[in-house]
């Protein structure tokens, strides 16, 4: 039972456009929510979190916003840069299971020149 | 300041064969868990630890064992290895239990099962 999805294997976006990433889950038991940028032959790196408390969170480049009803969160990147391009997960957690998470398949984000 | 380190970083090992990976958290931070990543998917969680108690297990077999020492760094331990035990092993850090907090990953340790 795949409780968290991203429907996109792949997007492709040319530099300085928007990338839009997206992410569904199943379990309304989740009220927090992590996306993490992974290159090759790395760790997964934190981007960016919120709240369920919350639909929309800022950090420089980076937002997510989160609709509840539908069950459904969004990275978006503005403007997109070449270094951008790696695999992007989004992942979900419950809080008193700070590390418990459960990832999605990835997005691979290609920023083209 | 130094992040969450893993060791080895890269693996090889025959099936039946018994492996153990490490990982050292952040300082400060008390709760490490441990998660698989096998290509093509997104991390799969196997344990979480904090304060030396395992506190959450994922859908793995008995094969897979995990513990944390007083100075918060942490094992897995894997017995009797299968071709399908190949993968990137992840530690995460976090600094508690009760509040939700983001997890630091580790750059993993890939794990060659031959």
């Known amino acids: 039972d795949q409780q968290v999805k991203q429907n996109s294997p792949s997007l492709s976006v040319q530099e300085g456009r928007i990338s839009i990433l997206n992410c569904d889950y199943t379990n309304s038991m989740f009220d927090y929510f992590l996306w993490y940028k992974k290159y090759p032959a790395e760790g997964p790196t934190f981007l960016i979190s919120i709240s369920s408390i919350k639909d929309k969170n800022e950090d420089g480049r980076f937002t997510v916003f989160l609709n509840k009803s539908a069950k459904h969160l969004s990275l978006h990147i503005v403007p997109s840069q070449p270094g951008d391009s790696a695999v992007y997960f989004c992942?979900?957690?419950?809080?008193?299971?700070?590390?418990?998470?459960?990832f999605g398949t990835g997005t691979r984000l290609q920023v083209t020149l | 300041d130094a992040g969450v380190t893993q060791s080895p970083t890269h693996l090889i090992k025959t099936r039946g064969q018994h492996v153990t990976l490490r990982c050292s958290p952040i300082?400060?931070?008390?709760?490490v868990s441990w998660y698989q990543q096998v290509l093509g998917q997104g991390p799969q969680f196997i344990f979480q630890?904090?304060?030396?108690?395992?506190?959450g297990r994922g859908n793995f077999p008995d094969r897979f064992s995990a513990r944390q020492f007083p100075n918060y760094s942490s094992e897995l331990n894997v017995n009797a290895l299968l071709l399908g035990d190949s993968a990137l092993y992840l530690c995460a850090s976090s600094i508690g239990q009760g509040v939700v907090t983001e997890a630091f990953f580790g750059q993993g340790t890939r794990l060659t099962v031959v």
């Open positions: 992942a979900a957690g419950r809080t008193g299971t700070a590390s418990k998470l459960t």
């Open positions: 300082s400060g931070h008390k709760s």
């Open positions: 630890y904090y304060e030396k108690e395992e506190r």
